[in-house]
């Protein structure tokens, strides 16, 4: 009988029959994993499925094929630290609205896992005055790109090598450009953050902009490779829109 124990990130659940539930976590060890938990929609096991959460896991099913049922156990609440946060709670919810689509099912990943764990952290620990966290949740966006193998380049210039000067991203290649390579083509390219490695002087003094865009440039190419055909995510929208509304 197959089997795994492991510590997961509650992602997602839908209702199935009269008491039970079909659960979405995000396991360290054994990647994005579904299972039935009984039970799952009593009162009184709400509190473990909360987005975000983190629990103790055990999966079990007759054949490797079958979805397999779940036990779950939680270790740490993470949504109701955030609730009097609404940005950070938008990010918690848009972190787990994505990976629950994206990423691979079964496949594991234990780089991008310790990633979000890390990232909860510093949502848990930010005050609602506190955007710094931002920076964070954007690089978690490029980095789960680059574990689905669509890493952007944001390093050099794609045409001239430098490193110098870099103020654009290609919505082709996702590769950096510099100023003078791409002021020419400027309203066909994306804008690259101070923060990412940009040195356009036109953020310096708004650090607020500069996040903005930075979730520009990421919801760009997460759409681009993932949501062609679906919504992006109404938590991931909610995020930036909270954010533009702060300026």
């Not at 764990?117 to 848990?124: Q, V």
């Not at 001239?160 to 390579?181: H, I, M, N, Q, W």
Request: net charge positive.
């Amino acid at each position: 009988m197959p089997k795994w124990k492991d510590n997961v990130i509650f992602l997602s659940s839908k209702p199935y029959g009269e008491v039970g539930m079909v659960a979405s976590v995000f396991s360290a060890k054994n990647g994005r994993y579904k299972g039935w938990v009984h039970g799952g929609n009593s009162i009184k096991k709400r509190a473990v499925f909360q987005q975000g959460n983190l629990c103790n896991a055990e999966w079990k099913a007759r054949i490797s094929e079958q979805m397999g049922s779940l036990k779950l156990e939680l270790i740490q609440s993470t949504a109701p630290t955030l609730m009097y946060n609404p940005i950070q709670l938008s990010a918690l919810l848009s972190i787990c609205e994505i990976s629950d689509y994206i990423l691979p099912e079964r496949e594991p990943n234990p780089v991008l896992f310790e990633a979000t764990i890390k990232l909860f952290d510093l949502l848990k620990i930010s005050n609602a005055e506190n955007i710094s966290w931002v920076k964070g949740y954007i690089n978690w966006e490029i980095g789960l790109l680059s574990e689905l193998g669509f890493s952007l380049k944001l390093d050099d210039c794609a045409v001239t090598g430098e490193k110098k000067d870099l103020a654009f991203v290609s919505p082709k290649t996702g590769r950096a450009v510099s100023y003078e390579v791409g002021l020419p083509y400027k309203n066909k390219l994306i804008n690259l953050p101070r923060f990412l490695g940009g040195s356009i002087y036109r953020n310096q003094d708004n650090a607020l902009k500069d996040l903005i865009q930075g979730l520009q440039l990421t919801k760009f190419f997460l759409e681009l490779n993932f949501f062609k055909d679906k919504p992006f995510p109404n938590s991931r929208v909610r995020l930036a829109k909270l954010l533009e509304d702060k300026l």
